[in-house]
């Protein structure tokens, strides 16, 4: 066995953490953590894997339940986009594949949501398949072994022909794991602690002496702000809710009424343009609940909520696909994003005083 990967192994054997996923035969449970896992901590992920299991045991729970159910077991877990797709994803396996999640690159690469990350690690994990992965904690630690001169972009051919030459063919998805682990536990972003590296004699960062220099980092933009008007309208102890558009940021998620405020323009005349624009209803804002502030990955925002009385009356807008009279005990019913919740924790402590 070629020393690099006998010595990853190795070290791998020793320290690898025991996770719900490790060891796990069943391709439709390393999906799901795959996909999880994306641009996500594992022990925040860890018992959303678990709740997800009990309801969402196998590709056919999935496939049959609707887009609402499954989005309300992700809720919290952000980049619902890939909820999204996998639950589109896991609708073909049973209707094109019978339910059996593929095992060929092509046919596993084409299904939404699968990007090359995912298909190496569900084809060498589930499959055996000698494809290896890359992904944040890969590209840090082959951007040291190799001290890539260049920002890592998403796919490094360099950092893929290396892998595929070192690549343990009798245990891929192992070894894949191996990188992985290796870049969470040693070679971290803050700190590469090359005494306790199984492969430093391979490390070109290292040799060096500067192993942290690696990646090299691009500037980055400073997030743009947005200021954000939202309404809780109210109709005979019931208040509007609306989903958002699929192809939209938190997609499929429900949300008050409301939206971005312009340029020059006030909180409460952007809120009574932005609830008429989008539900035909003309309001007056009432009593202001408050404001947060919440972070997204490229912008940040201030969401303002009012309290609003509804001046007429629109039958298309109530109870639909799209909105819904809603009272505070069917909250839990619906997935919203992380910011309304944030407002629901003012209503709360406010006791939905309007």
Known sequence: MEYFAKDLLSWYGRHKRSLPWRGESDPYKIWLAEVMLQQTQVNTVIPYYHRWLKKFPNVNSVAKDTQDAVLKMWEGLGYYSRCRNFHKACQIVLNKFGGEIPSTWEEFRNLPGVGDYTAS??????FKQPYPVLDGNVNRVMARILAYPKPVAKVQKEFLAFLSDKIDHQRPGEFNQAMMELGSLVCRKNQARCLECPVSEFCKGYTKGEP???PIQERKKPRPHQTIVAGVIWNEGRFLIQKRPENALLGGLWEFPGGKVQNGENLESALIREIREETGISVIPSTKIGEINHAYTHFTITLHGYHCTMLNEQKSVYNGTHRKWITREEIRDYAFPKA???????????????
């Open 212 to 214: 942290e220099r690696y």
């Open 121 to 126: 690690a569900v084809l060498s994990f589930a």
């Open 340 to 354: 309304n919740h944030k407002l629901f924790e003012k209503l709360d402590s406010e006791n939905w005083q309007h």
